[in-house]
């Protein structure tokens, strides 16, 4: 383990051999006041995170690599870590490409020179995870909302042929029925085509100033919807990693705000707003029904996608798996308005 010697390990010990060569990032650090401080750390580690092992060396952890919302929760399992507890969670950690997701084991052990050392082993599971879930997801719900989608078309065909000859009222209801599902099936269809892009893209993520992309967004639904109410609040200049599929992810969020909300002029608000440190958050707000609380669970993954239950269409999706590819993700909230905040949370270069 680099620089373990100099944390006052010593360097012949069997196991860091076998630590610095196996493919998990391991730290190794002491808990001071219930802090953990790198002592050293493995060849992995340097390449999955981003720091030389010299620079990390008496450093606390959790300042290199744990977001700012998510310290809390590296704190509690830092308390069970100082209880000699060994810990396994999912959890999420800010790399050198962005937020990745790890399968974390806290292994604590004593010293007779310090109170508690111990071990912090991460292992990579984010490409694995996202595989699993996006297959799952494209499975169910194309299947499901497309079939229904369809049923509909079928169903209130048959309906407007019974119609004629005779009061033309009901076949006219029934004509714009089957309008909608028709704008739905190709609205869900662009949507699926756009999320293919993204999964099989093999461009290279870069940066890219996000103010004209969104502009442009809010710019095109104020004239497809001159019903709808949008503002649009930019500072002058935001770069953050992406490239060209921001665009169509921030357009579904708008567009989503937009055709959910049953008001007859629906107010939206998209805003781009630094965070720091290096994040930035392009966020939509609205005044419209909230998104149900199963729905953001299942795109949040704290709920599995299930025949009936798995939300109901693929933009939120997109938006979502659009981030991730950037190293950054989708958050819910509640707007100022009573409505849903939504925000893409990206990493500024």
């Given at each position: 383990?680099e620089?373990?010697?100099?944390?006052?390990?010593?360097?012949?010990?069997?196991y860091e051999?076998?630590?610095?060569?196996?493919?998990?990032?391991?730290?190794?650090?002491?808990?001071?006041?219930?802090?953990?401080?790198?002592?050293?750390?493995?060849?992995a580690?340097v390449?999955?995170?981003g720091?030389?092992?010299?620079?990390?060396r008496?450093?606390?952890?959790?300042?290199?690599?744990?977001?700012?919302?998510?310290v809390?929760?590296?704190?509690?399992?830092?308390?069970?870590?100082?209880?000699?507890?060994?810990?396994?969670?999912?959890?999420?950690?800010?790399?050198?490409?962005?937020?990745?997701?790890?399968?974390?084991?806290?292994?604590?052990?004593?010293?007779?020179?310090?109170?508690v050392?111990?071990?912090?082993?991460?292992?990579?599971?984010?490409?694995?995870?996202?595989?699993?879930?996006?297959?799952?997801?494209?499975?169910?719900v194309?299947?499901?909302?497309?079939?229904?989608?369809?049923?509909?078309?079928?169903?209130?065909?048959?309906?407007?042929?019974?119609?004629?000859?005779?009061?033309?009222?009901?076949?006219?209801?029934?004509?714009?029925?089957?309008?909608?599902?028709?704008?739905?099936?190709?609205?869900?269809a662009r949507?699926?085509?756009?999320?293919?892009?993204?999964?099989?893209?093999?461009?290279?993520?870069?940066?890219?100033?996000?103010?004209?992309?969104?502009?442009g967004v809010?710019?095109a639904?104020?004239r497809?919807?001159?019903?709808?109410?949008?503002?649009?609040?930019?500072?002058?200049?935001?770069?953050?990693?992406?490239?060209?599929?921001?665009?169509?992810?921030?357009?579904?969020?708008?567009?989503?705000?937009?055709?959910?909300?049953?008001?007859?002029?629906?107010?939206?608000?998209v805003?781009?707003?630094?965070?720091?440190?290096?994040?930035?958050?392009?966020?939509?707000?609205?005044?419209?029904?909230?998104?149900?609380?199963?729905?953001?669970?299942?795109?949040?993954?704290?709920?599995?996608?299930?025949?009936?239950?798995?939300?109901?269409?693929?933009?939120?999706?997109?938006?979502?798996?659009?981030?991730?590819?950037?190293?950054?993700?989708?958050?819910?909230?509640?707007?100022?308005?009573?409505?849903n905040?939504?925000?893409l949370?990206?990493?500024?270069?």
């Amino acid at each position: 383990m680099e620089d373990a010697s100099d944390a006052g390990t010593d360097g012949d010990h069997p196991y860091e051999h076998l630590v610095e060569h196996v493919q998990d990032a391991v730290v190794e650090f002491e808990l001071i006041e219930g802090t953990p401080v790198v002592r050293g750390v493995n060849r992995a580690f340097v390449d999955v995170f981003g720091y030389e092992a010299g620079t990390v060396r008496g450093e606390p952890l959790n300042d290199l690599i744990v977001p700012e919302w998510l310290v809390e929760e590296a704190k509690q399992l830092d308390q069970q870590t100082g209880t000699g507890a060994i810990n396994y969670q999912r959890v999420k950690r800010e790399t050198a490409t962005g937020l990745r997701e790890f399968l974390y084991r806290g292994i604590p052990y004593e010293r007779e020179d310090r109170d508690v050392d111990g071990f912090a082993v991460y292992t990579d599971i984010t490409d694995l995870i996202r595989q699993q879930h996006r297959l799952q997801v494209l499975n169910r719900v194309l299947r499901h909302n497309l079939r229904n989608e369809a049923n509909l078309i079928s169903g209130h065909t048959a309906r407007l042929l019974d119609q004629f000859p005779g009061d033309s009222g009901d076949a006219i209801g029934a004509a714009a029925t089957i309008e909608r599902a028709a704008a739905d099936l190709e609205s869900l269809a662009r949507e699926a085509g756009e999320i293919g892009a993204v999964l099989s893209s093999s461009s290279q993520v870069d940066v890219v100033d996000s103010v004209p992309l969104v502009h442009g967004v809010v710019e095109a639904h104020r004239r497809e919807s001159p019903r709808a109410e949008i503002r649009g609040e930019f500072p002058d200049e935001m770069v953050v990693r992406g490239n060209g599929h921001l665009r169509s992810a921030i357009n579904s969020l708008v567009e989503n705000a937009i055709e959910h909300n049953p008001t007859e002029e629906p107010f939206v608000r998209v805003s781009i707003r630094p965070l720091d440190p290096g994040w930035a958050a392009i966020r939509v707000d609205d005044d419209g029904p909230r998104i149900p609380a199963d729905e953001r669970d299942i795109l949040t993954g704290d709920l599995e996608a299930t025949q009936t239950q798995h939300g109901s269409g693929l933009g939120l999706w997109l938006a979502k798996w659009t981030a991730e590819s950037y190293g950054g993700e989708l958050r819910f909230a509640e707007s100022a308005y009573g409505g849903n905040s939504v925000s893409l949370r990206l990493p500024r270069p």
